[in-house]
């Protein structure tokens, strides 16, 4: 046990949220999802600071097939939106 994580790394690793845009291959992902489920993984743009390679990350996590319909739902759009409600309207 550390000093500055009592409850165990794998505990507060969890806590965290997950930007996959720029890292969206599949042994990332699954590696990902072995840790937090999907309302933890969220897909940020980081547009304008690499929009090519956010781009090309994009057209890659829709295809992976370790996502289904509602999963791919929260990545996307619908857990961003619960961090930050005020986007909602």
Avoid at 5 to 29: E, R
Avoid at 59 to 72: K, L, S, T, V
């Amino acid at each position: 046990m550390l000093p500055g994580a009592p409850q165990g790394v794998l505990t507060y690793l969890k806590q965290f949220y997950y930007d996959i845009a720029l890292s969206a291959n599949p042994y990332t992902l699954r590696s990902l999802q072995e840790l937090v489920d999907a309302s933890h993984i969220l897909f940020g743009s980081d547009y304008p600071f690499a929009p090519r390679l956010s781009q090309a990350y994009r057209a890659r996590h829709p295809n992976y097939n370790g996502f289904d319909e509602q999963a791919r739902k929260a990545i996307a759009r619908e857990s961003a939106l619960a961090l930050f409600p005020r986007f909602t309207g």
